[in-house]
């Protein structure tokens, strides 16, 4: 099956800079990588996705980028706000599948 | 996603004893999941149903039982057989999952803990 790993898993930057979380899958056949987002007891929230016949997709400060190859992909969020502290998620599956795999989590702090 | 109710938000289970999770969705959606979250790890996949009376087992069955009698509701039954129920349990729904990946919108969730 999927197996999806995620760094950092802690991740602290001040206000206004940049985050950057990486997954990796081991499935070549994933071709659906979606983020949630989940702040503390409460609901996972997707934040945005990607589809492998692309290679990006930007939504105003956030931004994934995949790399089919590799099998690997990434979020970016720019000019960090406190409110984006909140654990992120990524995850990988196969077309049409309903099983979604999920990294672990990483725990993003912006120190205001 | 206000269209997702799971309920009771936190829930306690005495040893030997059954317990039901509520979830029901207004978003007209085909597809239900059951997703159990441990602390440091990710979501992982109980049980999930595509359609009304039909449901498939997940990475991690054991233990728990559902149903899908009505397209708007699929409870999740943790029976005494697993052995280690405690942790957050999280629902969700899609358009049913076909040529193209549907996003899952989640609910708030039930904490359960062992008494």
């Known amino acids: 099956g999927e197996n999806v790993e995620q760094h950092p898993s802690t991740l602290s930057v001040q206000e206004g800079d940049s985050a950057v979380i990486k997954c990796t899958y081991s499935?070549?056949?994933?071709?659906?990588f979606p983020w949630y987002k989940q702040e503390l007891g409460k609901r996972p929230q997707l934040i945005i996705d990607?589809?492998?016949?692309?290679g990006e997709k930007k939504d105003q400060r956030i931004a994934v980028t995949l790399n089919k190859t590799a099998k690997h992909f990434s979020l970016h969020i720019t000019e960090t706000q406190p409110e984006d502290s909140a654990v992120y998620f990524c995850a990988a599956s196969r077309t049409g599948a309903n099983n979604l795999f999920f990294g672990t989590g990483t725990r993003l702090t912006v120190i205001p | 996603d206000g269209g997702i109710t799971q309920s009771p938000k936190y829930l306690f289970r005495k040893e030997g004893q059954n317990v039901t999770l509520s979830c029901e969705q207004n978003?007209?959606?085909?597809?239900m999941y059951w997703y159990r979250q441990d602390p440091g790890q990710g979501l992982r996949l109980i049980y999930y149903s595509q359609i009304v009376n039909d449901f498939q087992k997940g990475d991690i069955a054991e233990g728990y039982s559902v149903s899908r009698e009505k397209k708007e509701s699929f409870p999740l039954t943790v029976t005494s057989a697993q052995k280690n129920p405690t942790a957050f349990y999280l629902c969700?729904?899609?358009?049913?999952?076909?040529?193209?990946?549907?996003?899952?919108?989640f609910g708030d969730g039930t904490r359960l803990s062992i008494l």
């Open positions: 978003l007209n959606h085909d597809a």
């Open positions: 990607i589809r492998s016949n692309v």
């Open positions: 499935d070549s056949a994933s071709n659906y």
């Open positions: 969700a729904s899609s358009r049913r999952q076909g040529g193209s990946n549907q996003p899952q919108h």
